[in-house]
């Protein structure tokens, strides 16, 4: 290469990024360089810490800085609901839609034999014995509407047979402000099974 | 936000790269926490010394871990030609290109008054005592092809005026391997004009 080690050596880690390439990481490292130094420093020391800091909440397998996350820890969203999510972008959807109030258990990712990941890698296990210790009265399985994500919610279903606990699935339809030529026909089906009357 | 401190000062942080906005930041962010750690603090350190450590070649205004860079510093390079640039990504593409075995002279931008920048920004004054100094024979001016690229390179052409030295301009042309039909007009006039006998 015609630069410097430091100069190469930041190009190459910059594409740990998803997504980043080559020219990408060389675009954004030029960038840093010349006109970002003080916001380089400040995501150079944001990962540091990062990296070591951040662990998983032992309650709901979030990302947390403490052993107990913010939401779980929140006196409040012991609801009595808990929302089952993939992923911690599903999580901070839902939060910032800003409706739901209960609690989330965070699987961080779905049941995916295939790829070796089991009951016992989402953390199943821990999900059931918190809806036994918590009393929960409603379980809302939002994970997503993919092959995966059903088995998963289905899955979980199954190992509360017989439990008195509502287990709920989100609706599918058309999204609101979507027009129905842009709809794909899966969710227009699920739109036209779950149509309800006007009055409602 | 819902989440810890540690991880929405990370998302912030690396929305200072060039290209990535909220929800780029928090996917790169999620990536590096479920599956990347160990690129992530790889990225922190190549950061934190490249922001501090990077300055520029006294010689040639290029990235530099040291005073002068490994180009300026290496004898068989000069060669009595020397190429000017706007920026470390050109320099680049020349040295990977691989048949351009001269020094350089990154301008790091090019005129443009209405920004503020005049000739002292990008350091004409330096690279007309570098022509002066290493006794340069040719000077290829491979600033861009757009009308700063021009003025820049018009306004360092001038100020040689006189004397004793080749001043040259790269080829326009069909990009090799390219096809007629998607070259832009300019750049097709130019390769008309430019045409040369088969033979050559
Ligand atoms: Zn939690
Ligand atoms: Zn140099």
């Given at each position: 290469?015609a630069f410097?080690?430091?100069?190469?050596e930041?190009?190459?880690?910059?594409?740990?990024?998803?997504?980043?390439?080559?020219k990408t990481?060389?675009?954004?490292?030029f960038?840093?360089?010349?006109?970002?130094?003080?916001g380089?420093?400040r995501?150079?020391d944001?990962?540091?810490q990062?990296?070591?800091g951040?662990?998983?909440?032992?309650?709901?397998?979030?990302?947390?800085?403490?052993?107990?996350?913010?939401?779980?820890?929140?006196?409040?969203?012991?609801?009595?609901?808990?929302?089952?999510?993939?992923?911690?972008?599903?999580?901070l959807?839902?939060e910032?839609?800003?409706?739901?109030?209960?609690g989330?258990?965070?699987?961080?990712?779905h049941?995916?034999?295939?790829?070796?990941?089991?009951?016992?890698?989402?953390?199943?296990?821990?999900?059931?014995?918190?809806?036994?210790?918590?009393n929960?009265?409603?379980?809302i399985?939002a994970?997503?509407?993919?092959?995966?994500?059903e088995?998963?919610?289905?899955?979980?279903?199954?190992?509360?047979?017989?439990?008195?606990i509502?287990?709920?699935?989100?609706?599918?339809?058309?999204?609101?402000?979507?027009?129905?030529?842009?709809?794909d026909g899966?969710?227009l089906?699920?739109?036209?099974?779950?149509?309800?009357?006007?009055?409602?």
């Open positions: 290469m410097s080690p430091l100069v190469d930041l190009v190459e880690s910059l594409r740990c990024l998803p997504g980043v390439g080559q990481a060389q675009r954004m490292a960038h840093l360089l010349e006109r970002g130094r003080t380089g420093t995501l150079a944001a990962l540091g990062a990296m070591t951040v662990r998983r909440c032992t309650s709901c397998q979030n990302f947390a800085d403490t052993e107990i996350c913010g939401i779980c820890d929140n006196p409040v969203r012991r609801t009595g609901s808990l929302c089952v999510v993939e992923s911690p972008s599903d999580l959807a839902i910032q839609a800003g409706d739901y109030r209960g989330y258990f965070v699987l961080m990712g049941l995916s034999p295939i790829d070796g990941v089991g009951p016992e890698e989402i953390g199943i296990e821990r999900l059931l014995q918190r809806v036994e210790d918590e929960i009265s409603e379980l399985l994970t997503n509407p993919t092959v995966e994500g088995a998963t919610a289905h899955y979980i279903a199954d190992r509360l047979d017989g439990r008195d509502l287990i709920t699935r989100l609706a599918h339809g058309i999204p609101v402000g979507g027009e129905l030529g842009y709809v899966f969710t089906t699920h739109a036209f099974r779950g149509r309800k009357p006007l009055s409602d």
